[in-house]
């Protein structure tokens, strides 16, 4: 199955929709691509814009979702960014996720970011 994320005039994923095999002609992509566009665009209207999006996340980084930003300019075919979690995370722009300013420690631990601390903070486990 494919899968088209619907883009608003803004960059931003409205909704995603899977497409059957053969409405590609079976195409990998991103061959696949303008033939699944041409088929969103022919169900949900000639004005809607369309990316293909991988479940897998073999191109475009990231799986599309609801909110999600579609970058044109990433390389080499563009990029889906998932909505940034807290103000003060980081774009890694070798995976196109957001990354804490401080790295988790890596223990037996349970942490959550604390955004007002601006740091992992173990939950307590009952210990």
């Known amino acids: 199955?494919?899968?088209f994320a619907k883009i608003s005039e803004n960059n931003?994923?409205?909704?995603?929709?899977v497409v059957n095999n053969e409405e590609v002609d079976n195409l990998s992509f991103p061959e696949s691509e303008p033939i699944g566009?041409?088929?969103c665009?022919?169900?949900?209207?000639?004005?809607?814009?369309?990316?293909?999006?991988s479940y897998n996340s073999n191109f475009r980084y990231n799986y599309a979702g609801i909110g999600y930003f579609f970058d044109y300019n990433a390389n080499p075919?563009?990029?889906f960014i998932p909505p940034k979690p807290y103000e003060s995370w980081l774009l890694d722009t070798n995976?196109?996720?957001?990354?804490a300013p401080i790295p988790m420690p890596n223990d037996e631990m349970v942490y959550y970011w604390d955004e007002n601390k601006l740091s992992w903070v173990p939950i307590n486990n009952g210990a």
């Open 1 to 3: 199955m494919a899968h």
């Open 12 to 17: 931003i994923v409205e909704f995603v929709v």
């Open 37 to 39: 566009i041409a088929f």
């Open 41 to 53: 665009q022919f169900l949900f209207g000639t004005n809607t814009t369309w990316a293909q999006t």
């Open 77 to 79: 075919y563009g990029a």
């Open 95 to 99: 995976t196109f996720k957001w990354a």
